[in-house]
Every structure is written in structure tokens, then in C-alpha cells.
């Protein structure tokens, strides 16, 4: 069942999402070569701590930190380490943050000082196609008119999108219904009708290679199986009285 939100509510995941984004936005200002993932995950705690909130990955069914840090052909939850970012890396960073009752959750990739042109091209195409999935998100649209617009313009491009993780709606729960695919699922080619008081964590992953992905030993760190790079961007958005509204965003 999607739960819809009530307006104050939405008020409510703005605050948690603000620190999610403020949170990030930190990370931005001081990451550079040398610095390591756990060191990022500590910047990320304190600020989430500072505002009163709490993070909302760390213990999520035994994840050990607050923040999931993937470096390079990692996709997502990757467990940060002493591991020291190279000029050239990338790193998504994906971070939940829990307020008062309610939560909020983005993802930023960001290039570790210089990094190549295709390089950047994948980060591009990664945070242009969270926007414009972000576009089709309309009361009476459907939801899988986000999934395809993400689907076509990522493999328009020649970079192709990951299967086996999704998006999806966030509330009182960090994952609620509707998942969210970033690809049309052959079988259903519609899915629900977006309404108001939908809250959708939208959130691209994009490989440059084959969409395949495996997890490796530690149980958590999900890679491209040919281990190429990925990328992965990722927004709360609610569909309020007043239109479309972005709350990761500062
Ligand atoms: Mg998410």
C-alpha cells in the first residue's frame, strides 16, 4: 500500500531531508584526495547529530555507519573504511537521515579531483536523469513514465541502468511502496497513478558498462559485475498542495 502524506507531514520529511542535504553539501566542501570514506561517514554523522536527528542506515538491518560510501565500480552501499580516495575516484555517497518520526534520504556522486571526460560524462548523464525523472513526477501520471524517461535517456546515451536496485517511497518507514524502478518492467507497463501526498525517493544508479551488479563478501557492497564505474543520484521528492516539491534540496 502507498501511504500518502498529509501536508504537515511532508512539512516534516523537509526538515529530516534538509539535514540529509546539508550533511552533503559538508561532504562536498571538504573531500579531496587523501581523505579517507571514514572520515566522510564521521562528517556525515556529526552534522545529522548536531541537528538533533539520527542516521538512518546505521543499523539498518546491521548496516555499520551512517553513511553508505561506494567507491569507483561499487554502486551502492558500500561500507566506509580507511580506505583513501585518489585523484580520479569517484564516490557516491547515499545518506538517511531519521527526525522526529520521519525520514529523508538522498545520494550525490562526486569526482575525486581531476577526473576524465567519460568519467564525467556518466556523473552528467546520472544527475540529469534523476531531474528528468524528477519531471515526470505529476499527480495523474503514471509512475513507470519516471522509470522509462530515466531508462531511455540513460541508455540514449550509451550507459545502462541498474536492475536489481530500485528506488522508492519513504515516509514513517525508509522504504515504503511504491518501488521504483529506474527501467520499465516488461510486465507492467504503467504502474500506480501518482497522487498528492506521494513521497518518492527517486534515485538513478547508472553503470558504464553492462547493468549487471553482484554484492561482495562483506554481505552490503553491491559492484558492477564487470566492474566498470557507476554512478548514483538521489532525491526525496513529494508531490504536495502546491506542486512538486524537491525536499533534499537546500
Ligand atoms: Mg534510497
Redesign the pocket.
Known sequence: MIILKSQQEIEKMRISNRIVAEALNKIEEVIDVGITTAELDKIAESVIRKNGAEPAFKGYRGFPNTLCASVNEEVVHGIPSQRRLKEGDIVSL?L?VFYEGYYG?A?ITIGVGKIDEKTQRLLNATREALFIGIEKVKEGNYLYSISGAIQRYVEGLGFSVVRAFV??G?GVSL?EEPQIPNFVPLDKCNGPRLKKGMVL?I?PMVNMGSSEVCVLDDNWTVVTADRTLSSHF?HTVAITENGVKILSQI
Open positions: 547515499d538517511g534520504d545520494a528506488g522508492h519513504i522504504h525517493a534515485e538521489e
